[in-house]
């Protein structure tokens, strides 16, 4: 892994096009649960290539806009829209999750996989009191994160921020819960599960066989084995206290 490169970004490098702890499982049950239509107006935030959102204008024809902040995966994004064929549905957008530049009750839905368990918690409030602004009344909030299933954790978020190289801020599920209450929605509804994101199985799931053999077949190579050990290592361990938590909330 490059210094100071990202996990997500290192992970992307190696060929991983979903960068979330509960692979499609949790992002299904999120779409499952979103009441999503051809009419809806959809916001993901943190899209990073776009895999999300290209998926969803697929399977309903709505209009959505994808915004991430930075701005090779924004570059990435829409080549991966114009490659799906999807452009005419799908707007890829620089935005960050804190400062969103759209107006107030403008979406029906807001998903965001990945993002806030990156997020200090006063700056994961930030980002969800905007979700709550650009959501229109009774509009749906989708969130995919990291889920601590122990409050003993400060030697696991030490090894995973070493890993990583981010600072990352994942909650217990009652946490995550409150933090979505606090901010004003209601209705906040959590599934939860294993952690997936380099379990063989997960990788299988959501890069097929063929794209799972490319990342292990990169993982590999000399310049990404220590860093990808360390990885998998960590998210690998049953004795860790880790899982993921898809939550649906409603302003
Ligand atoms: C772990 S990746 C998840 C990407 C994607 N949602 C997925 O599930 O595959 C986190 C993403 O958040 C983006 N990001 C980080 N800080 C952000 C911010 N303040 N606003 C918007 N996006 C941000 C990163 O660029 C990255 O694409």
């Known amino acids: 892994m490059k210094k100071e490169e990202a996990g ?32 809806k107006k959809v916001l993901e935030v943190a899209c990073n290539m776009g895999a999300t959102s290209i998926e969803i204008a697929k399977q309903f024809g709505c209009q959505v806009i994808a915004t991430d902040y930075d701005e090779e995966a924004v570059e990435k994004a829409r080549q991966n829209v ?20 759209f107006e107030d009750n403008s979406f029906d839905i ?31 909030l989708l969130t995919h994160d990291v889920l601590l299933l122990s409050e003993d954790t400060d030697e696991l978020l030490a090894q995973l921020r070493d890993s990583l190289n981010i600072s990352v801020t ?29 379990s063989p199985k997960g990788l299988i799931y959501d890069e097929g066989v063929i794209g799972a053999m490319k990342i292990i077949g990169n993982a590999l190579k000399t310049e990404n084995r220590e860093s990808f050990k360390k990885m998998f290592k960590i998210f690998n361990n049953p004795d860790n206290k880790l899982g993921f938590i898809a939550i649906c909330s409603q302003k």
């Open 8 to 39: 997500h970004n290192f992970l992307a490098r190696l060929g991983k096009t979903r960068l979330r702890p509960g692979s499609k499982l949790a992002t299904d049950w999120l779409i499952a649960n979103g009441d999503f239509r051809k009419d």
């Open 82 to 101: 114009l490659e799906s064929k999807v452009e005419e549905f799908v707007q890829i957008q620089h935005a960050n999750a804190t400062e969103l530049p």
């Open 110 to 140: 807001v998903i965001c996989e990945a993002l806030l368990t990156m997020l200090p918690n006063d700056l994961k409030e930030k980002a969800i009191n905007e979700y709550l602004r650009v959501l229109k009344p009774n509009g749906f």
């Open 170 to 198: 994942p909650l217990t599920k009652e946490h995550w819960k409150a933090t979505f209450a606090n901010c004003g929605f209601r209705n906040v509804d959590a599934f939860t599960g294993k952690m997936s994101l380099l």
